[in-house]
């Protein structure tokens, strides 16, 4: 279905999972003041439509590099008419942040809801402009998917000023929640970064059609790859420090899935990133991060069943 398709359903699917699983297996948990099940409906329905929007306010303005880069998938003024698209945008917009609002009122923090507002703005930006800039479009996606997380501890004040260092893992310990949930969005900033550049190698030549200055074009193909391997670093560290400490602690249940799963994985796509410069190569390497990802995010189950057990 076309529409399906513009708005990416399958990411979009990704993002409720993410906020699912952060809410069922950390914030709930912890007895939240706002955010019961159907206050969390809300704020992850409106995440969802936000991206929704997102994605489609990304086509309306990418139609000439998208029939470079595939025109098989284009289906914005095609299939669907580009008025009709802007109309969904802001429908789905509007939607969101009444959702949103209905649950910023119960709290009495209207300011809240500038969160969902600044989300819209910055997607709608990053597809006139900074998209086609060096770094700072590929920054500014990273920062919206780790939001997908962090959403959760703005909106719940159970969590609010549980900042102090932890000691993993404890269920009793008050502020190990909300350190969870921020490393796990370190983990999203991080593959989402990765993710985006791979995106614009693979995207290389619709870009420098339109006069995009991306890090591919700019810097070239090889740079990107050294990058994306210092991003790897930058992610599997900390994984790996985690994975110790748990592991000298008599915990290995979740250190095993963090090195198996989460480590092993980026440290073979380390090599694979590299050894060809083709379109499809970086289609398979881009699926591959998505997958990282989605496993990424799957280990808070195990999070939660080695926490409170």
Known sequence: MPWLQLIRWQNLLIIFLTQLLAWAFVVLPCSPG???????LCI???TALIAAAGYIINDYFDIKIDTINRPD????????????????????????????????????????????????????????????QYMSGNI???????????????????????????????GSNSSMPVWVLVIYAYFAFMLSWMREIVKDMEDYKGDDAEGCVTMPIKKGLSYCVSFIRVLMVLAIVPLAIVAVVLGSRGYYILPGYVSILLIVPLLVLSFFIGKDFTTAHYQRASRMLKGIMVLGVCSLIIYHFQSYT
Request: hydrophobic share 55%; proline share 5%.
């Open 73 to 132: 998938k284009v289906v914005l003024g095609k299939t669907i008419p580009r008025k009709q698209a802007i109309i969904a945008h802001t429908v789905l917009n509007a939607i969101a942040l009444i959702l949103a609002g209905y649950v910023a009122a119960q709290a009495h923090h209207y300011e809240w809801l500038l969160l969902q507002a600044g989300c819209t703005l910055l997607l709608w930006f990053y597809s006139t402009h900074l998209k086609k």
């Open 44 to 46: 992850a329905l409106s």
């Open 140 to 170: 500014a996606v990273s920062v919206l998917t780790a939001f997908t997380i962090l959403t959760l501890v703005i909106y719940e004040p159970v969590l609010h000023g549980q900042f102090s260092l932890p000691v993993f893992p404890s």
């Open 34 to 40: 706002i955010l019961g099940p159907v206050n969390f």
